[in-house]
């Protein structure tokens, strides 16, 4: 199968804005010029004061009566091409900004949980405007870490971040008439089977009982068969080992195998990134030597960042989270600023699993987090709570920064400007956490109640709030140290480091390269190697994180665009007509973003139902 591999980026990398296939010309004379003071206030507004708290609101509602949240870029992205049409082809940025500024109000939105984990744990509320300075103060700190890692994971390592994707191919269908003439069956397509798959999972029992995840099938139809296959091939090995972690002890009968397997897929990751960036900077390094003499190459206007001032600007907000947490919170430096160290390494792996498979383990960076603060001897939950928040909250915002940057990478989009929007949505954001926070518990005492002291009959039905229920079952650990999850951590840190070693030394080698090459057997080896006997840990780990139906769906999902993939390779070279659309907007690319969309779609649409429905009985 032609698409076997793992699907990049791009065909190459982009150091120039892509090339447009339509007239740039502004269609309507009445809308401000763009680049003007007018111009950056309309995408402001739409974004911040409009779709940000719609979006804002779902996700809270999410969190609180499920326990995860659909974050805006989808819905803010089509609704921003509909303010910027009129712009044409250029629309695409404007639409990238406001849906840039949506997300970061959404995302930090959904953090209201923390806020009600606080209550659960029984710690006195602080003033209103102490805690949107602290989370302020982390989101502004997550989005500059993210920014750093930018380089790393955009632009060289160009990982695919499928919901990135799948936002640049509508932001550039909706505001090009050509892209779209070409790809609106296979995006809308996709987009409409991804509604109707969201909506039956949640209302058909059929669909729930087999787990369908349209986005996550999606997804698997993006990165291909051997980051799909590597998935499910992590979950099967996680769940044959069910009863080796029931007989030591590290699960109870009965109990999900990713429950431990979390632990040692983040350590799969740390240790395939220990060696990954270790390699990245030793070369950039060589590189800086040997063109120390050699003219400069310049960058486009649109990738240039300011580093000193990105590194001044991360700095800044570590020092006042650190200030706030300890001045305002009375919380201890030693755990404050533990946390704050840790948010770069869980930005680069949580940023690396989010660019491979499309999953974001904050909950699990948090876990770690408590866990690694056990073994230094907290027993304050309080204390890990406040702490640990500052991996959930930086690390969910740095996350979603690499992956609008991945967005932005595809359309030429200026990162200068783009963070700058991000910053001002994070500002909204940690306003519209607190108030959500306090709104939604004033109107239901019942998110109040602390749901990890309640028999099974007492649980709640609307409101199961699963996220905060497992901080707080984390958090009250902490009286209970088990040291089996840290050696879960090593375990799985020894293993990315030796299956990634074990990988580069295999593709370096050149006689097993040739024979790849010029072998159908070498081939289908090949593959076997990649996607199961010795899988890219990063894609891997995506079966320790996920129940095993979700790794199954992510799998099908590759296995059906390398087939489909595969037929239209041959076609191509018997002489069909090349295709009008950029490389990366395949039609399987277009089919599997228009299913995440379409389920995000549906998440977001339900949630918003939901809230109504409780609302107006």
Request: hydrophobic share 55%; aromatic share 10%; with cysteine.
């Amino acid at each position: 199968m032609s698409q076997g591999k793992a699907k990049p980026m791009a065909t190459s990398p982009q150091t120039t804005a892509p090339a447009t296939t339509a007239s740039s010309t502004q269609r309507w004379a009445w809308l401000p010029a763009i680049g003007t003071w007018r111009y950056y206030a309309l995408l402001g507004v739409a974004g911040i004061l409009i779709l940000g708290p719609l979006g804002g609101v779902t996700a809270s509602y999410m969190n609180f009566s499920l326990g995860f949240f659909v974050g805006g870029q989808v819905l803010a992205g089509i609704l921003g091409s509909v303010v910027t049409y009129g712009y044409g082809s250029e629309g695409k940025h404007g639409a990238n900004y406001i849906q840039t500024t949506a997300a970061s109000v959404a995302g930090m939105s959904a953090m209201a949980v923390v806020i009600q984990a606080m209550v659960w744990l029984g710690l006195p509320q602080p003033p209103t405007w102490v805690l949107i300075l602290y989370m302020m103060c982390i989101g502004m700190f997550g989005v500059g870490v993210g920014m750093l890692f930018t380089p790393i994971l955009v632009d060289k390592l160009q990982l695919t971040f499928p919901s990135g994707l799948a936002v640049a191919n509508i932001l550039r269908a909706l505001t090009d008439p050509v892209l779209l003439k070409h790809s609106v069956s296979r995006l809308f397509g996709g987009m409409a089977l991804g509604i109707v798959g969201g909506v039956g999972a949640a209302k058909v029992a059929l669909l729930g009982a087999i787990e369908l995840s349209t986005s996550t099938f999606g997804a698997g139809m993006i990165v291909g068969a051997r980051i799909g296959l590597a998935g499910l091939a992590g979950g099967l090995a996680g769940w044959a080992l069910i009863p080796f972690f029931v007989s030591i002890g590290w699960l109870k009968a009965g109990e999900p195998f990713r429950k431990i397997t979390f632990l040692i897929a983040l350590g799969m990751i740390m240790g395939a990134a220990l060696l990954d960036v270790t390699q990245i900077l030793w070369r950039a390094w060589r590189q800086a030597r040997s063109a120390a003499g050699a003219p400069r190459v310049e960058q486009a206007d649109w990738q240039k960042t300011n580093t000193t001032r990105l590194l001044a600007w991360v700095l800044f907000w570590a020092v006042a989270i650190l200030l706030v947490g300890t001045q305002l919170l009375a919380l201890p430096f030693f755990y404050l600023a533990f946390a704050v160290l840790l948010v770069f390494a869980f930005a680069l792996i949580n940023g690396i699993s989010t660019g491979m498979v499309d999953q974001n383990p904050i909950s699990s960076a948090f876990v770690v987090t408590v866990v690694l603060m056990a073994a230094l001897g907290l027993k304050d939950p309080i204390i890990g709570m406040l702490s640990a928040a500052v991996l959930l909250i930086a690390t969910s915002e740095a996350t979603d920064m690499q992956q609008d940057r991945s967005t932005g990478w595809r359309l030429g989009t200026n990162r200068v400007i783009q963070f700058r929007f991000q910053v001002a949505g994070i500002v909204m954001g940690a306003v519209m956490a607190v108030v959500f926070a306090k709104l939604f518990m004033a109107a239901y005492p019942v998110l109040s109640l602390d749901q990890t002291r309640m028999a099974a009959d007492q649980q709640p039905e609307l409101w199961s709030s699963a996220m905060t229920y497992k901080f707080v079952g984390a958090l009250r650990s902490l009286t209970d140290d088990k040291p089996y999850q840290r050696t879960a951590i090593w375990i799985g840190l020894g293993l990315g480091l030796a299956t990634q070693l074990a990988r580069q030394a295999l593709k370096a080698n050149a006689a097993y390269q040739h024979w790849i090459n010029s072998s159908r057997v070498g081939f289908a080896t090949d593959f076997v190697l990649d996607s199961a006997v010795l899988p890219s840990p990063y894609a891997s780990s995506f079966g320790g994180f996920v129940n095993l139906s979700t790794s199954a769906w992510f799998a099908a999902g590759g296995v059906v665009a390398s087939v489909a993939d595969t037929v239209a390779e041959r076609r191509q070279r018997s002489g069909g007509q090349p295709s009008a659309l950029p490389a990366d907007m395949s039609p399987t690319s277009l089919l599997g973003g228009g299913l995440i969309a379409g389920d995000a779609l549906a998440a977001l649409g339900l949630g918003i139902a939901g809230l109504l429905a409780t609302l107006l009985g």
